[in-house]
């Protein structure tokens, strides 16, 4: 029977929860104060600034080997180049180097202490460390210099969620969005609070609204179809699992999930092939899971 063999995968080792993210640092906004003399006359300066560039093409297509090469070499015409810091910061976290990173934001901060989106930006790499405490450290700080930085404000609830204060991660998200109402993440972030506190409708509108201000985001409607299984709206749920296919279809997590509001639908064929599917794509995603 093909809904035995369904019974295999169907909420398996993957609980409908929420896929949270912070904010990487290519989406913080950055506020770099360039030094006019950078681009006088000297020809290493010249070359740094050439650098930067490649760097920064890379680094936006995804090169980040290649970008963190660039800006190397920039570095290495021009020591006190603060875009070469931090481009090679931001490029670094991307492959997963968090202390390399760190350090790379500590010079470019050395040469623009008063630079917040960098702080932020050393204060996430410092999360993904693990280092919670200490992110939120670095994110008071650019917040006691700039109240109204709204990406502050956003990585601020997340390391308070990571820290069990979720009371005060909902204010913080609460703030974000009052100074950013476009700031997306902050919906994101305040709608899984209330899954937490288990107010689901009230999750989904604002789920709703933050897929209105950024609609390409592949995980942002694997959230939204999570919810909408979870509220027993599986027609629904299916055809925002395939919004979150179509923007990632690499995802193995999105074709489980429509697996099982495909199950929910007693679609089982449909189901078993979108489970298999997500096993393809990771083989692993079921492993250690007690049948």
Known sequence: MVTDSIQR????????VVIFFICPPCHITRAVNMEGNIYKTSSKKYSARQWIKNGLSNYKRGRYERAVKAYNNSIACYPNYFDAWEGLGNALYCL??????IQSYDRALSINPGNNA?????????YKKGNFEEALKLYNNALAS?????AAWYNKGVALIA??????????????IEINPAEDLAWHGKGYLLIVFGRY???LKLFSKAVQIDPERGWAWNNMGIILNKLGMYHDAVKAFDKAIGLSPKSARAWHNKANSLYNLGKYEESMRAYDKALELDPLLYAGVKK
């Open 9 to 16: 995968y169907l909420y398996k080792a993957l609980p409908l």
């Open 201 to 203: 409708d009230d999750a």
């Open 163 to 176: 820290l069990d204060k979720n009371s005060e991660a909902m204010q913080a998200f609460e703030k974000a």
């Open 96 to 101: 997963g180097k968090y202390d390399m990173a």
């Open 118 to 126: 960098t702080r932020v930006n050393k204060g996430i790499a410092f």
């Open 146 to 150: 700039d109240p109204k930085l709204s």
